[in-house]
T-cell receptor
C-alpha cells in the first residue's frame, strides 16, 4: 500500500459526459501528479500540482482540468468524454519539488467510456 | 526522440532463472533519477528500485538490482531467481528534476515466468 488513495476504482460512463476522479496523496506529500495509461499511448504525464498550485503540464487535453485543494487532495475533471478517453488514470504523490526520489502511485481509476 | 527506450516488448523466462530487462535513456542533464516500476495484471504501479545519476554504486533491493552504465546511458533491471509472481509489465522511467517533476516512462516489457 503506497498510502495514495484514488476513488472511484472503476467508472463507466457514456460519451459526452463529465466525470471527476479524486486523489488523496500520502500524508505530508505536497506534490500530486496525474498520469493516463492507455493501450495506444502508454503511460503519459498529464499535470502536476504542488501545494495547491499548478506546477507542470504534460499532454493534457483542454477538455480535462485538475485542481488541488487546501487539504492537498486533488481532483481530475474530464468532460465531453470520448471513447478514446477510456484509460487507467493514476495519481501519484511525492514530498516536494524536484525531489530525486520516487513518486508513490495510487491504485488507479479505470475509466470506461461507452 | 524517445527519452526512455525499452527494446523488449515481451520476454519468456524459466522460473528460478535470472532475467535482465533492458532500458536506455536520453538526457542532457547531469542530475536525474532512474526508476523501475512493476505493473501486475491487477493494474497497480509498484515501485521496485531507484538509481540516482550521482550514485556510484548500482542500486539493489532484494532480488532486484539496477545495472547502471552511465556512459552508455543504460539502466537495466536484473531480477535474480525469478518467481512466477514476477510475471508482469515492467516499466523503466526517468525523472529530470531540473526540468520538471514528471516521470517519463518507457513503453514497458511484459515478462512471463514459465513454471
Amino acid at each position: 500500500d503506497s498510502g495514495v488513495t484514488q476513488t472511484p476504482k472503476h467508472l463507466i460512463t457514456a460519451t459526452g459526459q463529465r466525470v471527476t476522479l479524486r486523489c488523496s496523496p500520502r500524508s505530508g506529500d505536497l506534490s500530486v501528479y496525474w498520469y493516463q495509461q492507455s493501450l495506444d499511448q502508454g503511460l503519459q504525464f498529464l499535470i502536476q500540482y504542488y501545494n495547491g498550485e499548478e506546477r507542470a503540464k504534460g499532454n493534457i487535453l483542454e477538455r480535462f482540468s485538475a485542481q488541488q485543494f487546501p487539504d492537498l487532495h486533488s481532483e481530475l475533471n474530464l468532460s465531453s468524454l470520448e471513447l478514446g478517453d477510456s484509460a487507467l488514470y493514476f495519481c501519484a504523490s511525492s514530498p516536494g519539488l524536484a525531489a530525486i526520489g520516487e513518486q508513490f502511485f495510487g491504485p488507479g481509476t479505470r475509466l470506461t467510456v461507452l | 526522440a524517445q527519452k526512455i527506450t525499452q527494446t523488449q516488448p515481451g520476454m519468456f523466462v524459466q522460473e528460478k532463472e535470472a532475467v535482465t530487462l533492458d532500458c536506455t535513456y536520453d538526457t542532457s542533464d547531469q542530475s536525474y533519477g532512474l526508476f523501475w516500476y512493476k505493473q501486475p495484471s491487477s493494474g497497480e504501479m509498484i515501485f521496485l528500485i531507484y538509481q540516482g545519476s550521482y550514485d556510484e554504486q548500482n542500486a539493489t533491493e532484494g532480488r532486484y538490482s539496477l545495472n547502471f552504465q552511465k556512459a552508455r546511458k543504460s539502466a537495466n533491471l536484473v531480477i535474480s531467481a525469478s518467481q512466477l509472481g514476477d510475471s508482469a509489465m515492467y516499466f523503466c522511467a526517468m525523472r529530470e528534476p531540473h526540468r520538471d517533476d514528471k516521470i517519463i516512462f518507457g513503453k514497458g516489457t511484459r515478462l512471463h515466468i514459465l513454471p
